[in-house]
């Protein structure tokens, strides 16, 4: 599969705890996103690799939220001290040149 | 404020016939609009897209129409078959580099 993968595919954490997703972009593509999405609505954006540079960070990108490139390749969001309006669909995506971006399954996150 | 908004939830369509999706934005400076599918528990899908200089572009049973005076978009399937039930978005590009969404209409396909 040369898709975008994203693991864990769901995740149970306890608030308060620190969670970490890891993204493997489509082998070629040197632009990587990160959205959250909640129900009922459409993926918000959170942050923007041109490879290992991160260009563009949301405002809903608390100090709790980190990401990183490094090499340029794999991601990893982590949310530190996680609250229960954590909950939410986190997803991966990448592309090449063109505005159309390739998602993967996403990380179910569930904050009890 | 929401820059793209789609006003229906939900859309019921006889399987066969042609279900037309809608698409509102506010800001002048998108220059590229999409159209993603989601299945739930799946990732959006790429289906369709239209520069700001086009007013058409068609891909096999998928249409979108751009109407720039408007500020609207909409998306053309035709025949509607039951696989295309699913949510569909519509987003747009032009501020940054990230992707503004719409808050989906989910797609009944009746057989």
């Known amino acids: 599969d040369t898709g975008v993968s994203q693991d864990p595919r769901h995740k149970i954490t306890k608030r308060g705890q620190n969670v970490t997703f890891r993204c493997d972009p489509i082998?070629?593509?040197?632009?990587l996103y990160w959205y959250r999405q909640t129900l009922g609505q459409g993926p918000e954006f959170l942050t923007y690799?041109?490879?290992?540079?991160?260009?563009?960070k949301s405002r809903l990108l608390s100090d709790r939220f980190s990401a990183e490139r490094p090499k340029g390749s794999f991601s990893t969001l982590e949310i530190q001290r996680t609250e229960q309006g954590d909950s939410a669909m986190y997803l991966c995506?990448?592309?090449?040149?063109?505005?159309?971006?390739?998602f993967g399954q996403g990380t179910r996150l569930t904050v009890v | 404020d929401q820059q793209v908004k789609q006003n229906s939830p939900s859309l019921s369509v006889q399987e066969g016939r042609i279900s037309i999706l809608n698409c509102d934005y506010t800001n002048s400076m998108f220059d590229y609009f999409l159209w993603y599918k989601k299945y739930p528990a799946e990732g959006p899908t790429f289906l369709i897209s239209?520069?700001?200089i086009k007013d058409k572009n068609e891909d096999g049973r998928f249409t979108v129409f751009l109407n720039k005076s408007a500020k609207h978009l909409s998306l053309h399937i035709v025949p509607s078959q039951p696989g295309d039930s699913a949510v569909y978005f519509c987003a747009a590009s032009g501020v940054g580099y990230q992707l503004i969404w719409g808050a989906g209409t989910k797609l009944i396909i009746k057989p």
């Open positions: 690799f041109q490879n290992e540079a991160q260009l563009e």
């Open positions: 239209i520069s700001s």
């Open positions: 995506a990448s592309s090449l040149s063109g505005v159309e971006a390739f």
């Open positions: 082998s070629e593509h040197n632009r």
